[in-house]
């Protein structure tokens, strides 16, 4: 069975730049969560959705980052426009649903922003 | 907030030796995990202790739940390479919507 797939593995822009990223979950995970996370650290997490609904999104920048889980499948997080202090790892992770707390994760995108 | 302080932050050890790492926080956890992370992966759940005082064991290493459920413990013996990784604690908080936060990670290189 296909694990937790991102897409791109590394991206490189400019400040003020806009960038995307893909997720797609393991089949039949209700619950989708996106984390950003520094080099050495532990992830943070930025939105979880259970479905297609954002249940926390409490520590996602809004001003500049957007997210969405259309169909409750496949999820896209967009940062526009992107700041020097962006610069991280961002990991999806999905699990059966919030209540079973094991999380799987993907192998992460790594944005740097120049 | 709650917040998890993993100790040491880092750590470097020759192979063969014993190590432990701490994860603390002033909060009640309902659960607790450890996840490992290596370079350019994804973290991968190692366990998940769920009852105060409890203790697993995965081989080499042995996982500890405070008696309170507000800290753990992670403790390897006879370090190999291959244990080389971030080491991450990450705690279920209960209520209305279960939350999981992670812990501020523990970065550990064994030397051959």
């Known amino acids: 069975e296909a694990g937790v797939v991102q897409s791109p593995r590394y991206k490189i822009i400019e400040k003020k730049q806009p960038v995307a990223f893909w997720c797609n979950p393991i089949?039949?995970?209700?619950?989708l969560y996106w984390y950003l996370q520094n080099l050495g650290q532990g992830p943070e997490l930025l939105i979880r959705y259970e479905n297609e609904e954002a249940v926390d999104d409490s520590q996602l920048p809004k001003d500049r980052f957007s997210a969405e889980r259309l169909k409750g499948v496949d999820s896209t997080l967009k940062i526009q426009p992107a700041e020097l202090g962006d610069s991280a790892v961002y990991l999806c992770?999905?699990?059966?649903?919030?209540?079973?707390?094991?999380?799987?994760f993907g192998e992460g995108s790594r944005l740097t922003v120049l | 907030t709650q917040l998890l302080e993993q100790s040491p932050q880092f750590l470097s050890i020759q192979e063969g030796e014993n190590l432990t790492v701490y994860c603390n926080s002033s909060s009640v956890f309902s659960s607790l995990q450890w996840y490992r992370q290596e370079p350019g992966e994804g973290p991968v759940l190692l366990v998940t202790v769920v009852t105060g005082g409890e203790v697993k064991k995965l081989k080499r290493l042995t996982f500890q739940f405070g008696d309170a459920r507000k800290d753990s413990s992670l403790h390897i013996t006879a370090a190999q390479t291959g244990d080389t990784g971030l080491y991450l604690c990450a705690g279920i908080y209960g209520g209305a919507t279960n939350k999981l936060i992670f812990g501020t990670g523990t970065l550990l290189a064994v030397q051959p």
């Open positions: 992770a999905s699990s059966l649903d919030s209540y079973t707390g094991e999380l799987f």
């Open positions: 089949s039949g995970h209700n619950t």
